[in-house]
């Protein structure tokens, strides 16, 4: 098992950044692969990025295409969302998940089955 606490989360200006993280405990994230999904109030959570075990695939909506970034350090046991030219509709809550060791990303929430608690992000105009 693995157990996921997000932070980095706050209130930006439109254009700014942030960065989000993900710590774990438990196993590392050499048997996840790890997502970073999103979800504002009355809709669908979302799949912004994912990354694979090996670090080897990564995925980006085409929303945060070219804005957002996905990293992990294994020494610290940390995933990372690097966020730039954040836009007003980037306003949700945050949240990191495991999800089964695969070569094939899957961006289903429902396919992920640890999760962090979120961290908000707003991001005014």
């Known amino acids: 098992q693995v157990q996921l606490v997000e932070s980095g989360g706050g209130l930006v200006q439109a254009g700014g950044s942030l960065r989000l993280s993900c710590a774990a405990s438990?196993?590392?994230?050499?048997?996840?692969?790890m997502g970073w999904f999103r979800q504002t109030p009355g809709k669908e959570r979302e799949c912004v990025a994912a990354?694979?075990?090996?670090?080897?695939?990564?995925y980006y909506a085409d929303s945060v295409k070219g804005r957002f970034a996905v990293s992990i350090d294994n020494a610290k046991n940390t995933v990372y969302l690097q966020m730039n030219s954040l836009k007003p509709e980037d306003t949700a809550v945050y949240y990191c998940?495991?999800?089964?060791?695969?070569?094939?990303?899957?961006?289903?929430?429902?396919?992920?089955?640890?999760w962090g608690q979120g961290t908000q992000v707003t991001v005014s105009s």
């Open positions: 438990g196993r590392t994230f050499g048997n996840y692969n």
């Open positions: 998940a495991a999800g089964p060791k695969s070569n094939v990303l899957r961006m289903t929430p429902r396919l992920y089955g640890y």
């Open positions: 990354v694979s075990w090996s670090v080897v695939t990564t």
